[in-house]
């Protein structure tokens, strides 16, 4: 562990990356460390750039699935105080990259801050939020981005909204942290906005199994159709290997039962891109990610 002495953060050695992903599958880390502050992190960053040691960052683990070898090098997570802060100027919030986004929507909701109600019901962090871009039918966290500040290999960058590179369920964040955000809101009827907020959690719980091991959608929507529905037509709702099955409530979501491991959901992965491919000619790009 030499390379992490006097490292300003806590330490863990073969860490349980099952424990800290929604799919609580997956072998350890060799490393997980959670830096004290933002000069802790580019620290770490820089110390595993020079030791050539693989690094990824850990938000809520909601869009993970770690292969049942683990990984080989540093998880970095951002769960101290200075990264899970948040605070209210006005009709702006400001989050650290590893603040919980459901309670922040919930907070700014009964505050009659409107924006993030829409994102009810999707669990992440902020940074992994931003990210991914996390959204849906409602809207996507790029609608209320105001700047981020990365970190990464190459030093810090402060980026606006635009310089982001917000896609579809994408972002150009790319190897580098979101260690904060500012978040541009609208106020509104508290209560407008928190009713707001809990039809939209009602409305996620009652079409998605929400309560089941997963890492919610599995694929992209292709060209705007739906990704569950093409696995459901490719006749693979409810398929099943070892542990793991494909959701019959949303094709799109492979869920982790009893017994299942990593390679049971690779598995049904590798079967849906093959039936949808074969039946529509269309290939299914993932949205999760894969350790
Ligand atoms: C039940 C369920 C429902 C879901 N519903 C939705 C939905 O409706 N819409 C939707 O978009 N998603 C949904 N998801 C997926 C997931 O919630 C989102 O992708 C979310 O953005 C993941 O955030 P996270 O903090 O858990 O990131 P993680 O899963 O921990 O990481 C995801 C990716 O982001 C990276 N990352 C994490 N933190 C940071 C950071 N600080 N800086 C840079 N990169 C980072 C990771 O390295 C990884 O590549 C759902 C998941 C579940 C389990």
């Not at 997570?77 to 929507?105: H, P, Q």
């Not at 409305?203 to 992209?220: I, L, M, W, Y």
């Amino acid at each position: 562990m030499n390379w992490l002495n006097d490292f300003k953060g806590r330490v863990e050695t073969g860490a349980r990356l099952a424990d800290r992903t929604h799919y609580c599958l997956g072998g350890p880390a060799r490393w997980m460390v959670s830096p004290k502050d933002a000069d802790a992190l580019a620290d770490v960053i820089r110390r595993a750039s020079a030791q050539g040691v693989a690094t990824k960052v850990l938000g809520a683990g909601a869009n993970v699935l770690v292969r049942d070898d683990g990984f080989d090098g540093v998880v970095i997570r951002l769960d101290e105080d200075y990264f899970t802060a948040t605070s209210v100027d006005g009709d702006r919030v400001r989050a650290g990259g590893g603040a919980d986004l459901m309670a922040l929507a919930h907070t700014c909701s009964k505050l009659g801050l409107s924006g993030l109600e829409r994102l009810a019901g999707i669990p992440a962090t902020v940074g992994g939020a931003i990210r991914m871009n996390a959204g849906g039918k409602h809207g996507e966290i790029a609608d209320v981005v105001e700047r981020v500040t990365l970190i990464g290999p190459d030093g810090v960058d402060e980026l606006a909204n635009s310089e982001i590179g917000f896609g579809y369920r994408s972002s150009d964040v790319g190897d580098r942290i979101v260690a904060s955000a500012t978040l541009q809101l609208e106020h509104a009827d508290a209560d407008v906005t928190l009713e707001r907020y809990r039809s939209i959690f009602r409305e996620k719980t009652r079409t998605q199994p929400f309560t089941f091991s997963s890492a919610g959608c599995v694929f992209k929507n292709p060209g705007g159709q739906s990704a569950g529905a093409l696995i459901d037509q490719a006749g693979l709702k409810g398929a099943r290997h070892g542990g793991a099955y494909i959701s019959d409530r949303h094709a799109n979501f492979i869920l982790a039962g009893p017994g299942a491991t990593s390679a049971d959901v690779l598995h049904l992965i590798d079967r849906a891109r093959e039936a949808v491919s074969s039946a529509f000619g269309i290939d299914l790009e993932l949205e999760i990610d894969v350790w």
